[in-house]
């Protein structure tokens, strides 16, 4: 994975460097995000094998960070009042000054499975990723009984994800395929860079398939 090296600062323990444990948290953060925009990439350009290689080292980078969390958080109740999630800027949504930014992504239903339309920067043209109705709900059923509504939790934590209908795992993927759809309906809201928030009764009962329902079907 050379050519995806994520350059993360050594972390000096020292009073006059970045001595202090909150300097260290950030440097995971940082690392973490950089990671999850590697993955982005790699999905955007259809490197699938990447994608799951990239999202191994970004699951022990927050296994790293949650685990210096735990310390952080009474440490801060002591220290000052504040909320366990600093604020983050809201994503930026591109402008829509040129039609290829503003209209995409979109999500598509073909059959029985799930579309997404991206536009690619880098070969200025569009591209499709696919995934099998079964994979979507599998996901779905998998990230609704793991995380509580209205918690914060990052996609690292949920993998694996069980392929019920073939057995074995989703592919990564397919995963984050099925994480942007839940996104564009409302389900899932983005925190930043903490990760993301299941919206309370967004997948409760009949919920999954209603959202299937109102995708557009793609015309033959």
């Not at 109740?77 to 992504?105: C, F, H, I």
């Not at 209908?165 to 592919?171: D, I, K």
């Not at 759809?181 to 009764?201: C, I």
């Amino acid at each position: 994975m050379g050519k995806y090296r994520v350059d993360v600062p050594v972390l000096y323990l020292y009073t006059d460097c970045m001595g202090t444990i909150r300097d260290a948290r950030r440097v995971l953060a940082d690392a973490e995000g950089h990671l999850r925009q590697l993955i982005e990439d790699g999905l955007k350009e259809q490197r699938y094998s990447d994608v799951a290689e990239i999202a191994g080292l970004a699951q022990g980078v927050a296994r790293l960070l949650q685990g210096h969390t735990a310390t952080a958080n009474a440490e801060a109740a002591a220290a000052q009042s504040s909320t366990p999630y600093p604020p983050q800027a809201a994503p930026v949504r591109k402008a829509a000054g040129k039609p290829a930014k503003a209209d995409y992504p979109r999500f598509e239903r073909d059959g029985d499975k799930l579309v997404k339309v991206g536009w690619s920067k880098k070969n200025k043209s569009a591209y499709e990723h696919r995934a099998p109705k079964e994979a979507v709900i599998a996901f779905a059923r998998h990230l609704s009984g793991s995380v509580p509504d209205g918690k914060l939790f990052v996609v690292e934590d949920l993998l694996p994800v069980p392929d019920v209908a073939n057995g074995g795992e989703l592919p990564a993927y397919q995963v984050y395929l099925a994480l942007a759809w839940l996104r564009s309906t409302g389900a899932v809201d983005k925190k930043g860079r903490d990760g993301y928030v299941l919206r309370r009764g967004a997948l409760g009962d009949g919920a999954l398939e209603r959202l299937w329902a109102g995708l557009p079907a793609r015309s033959a």
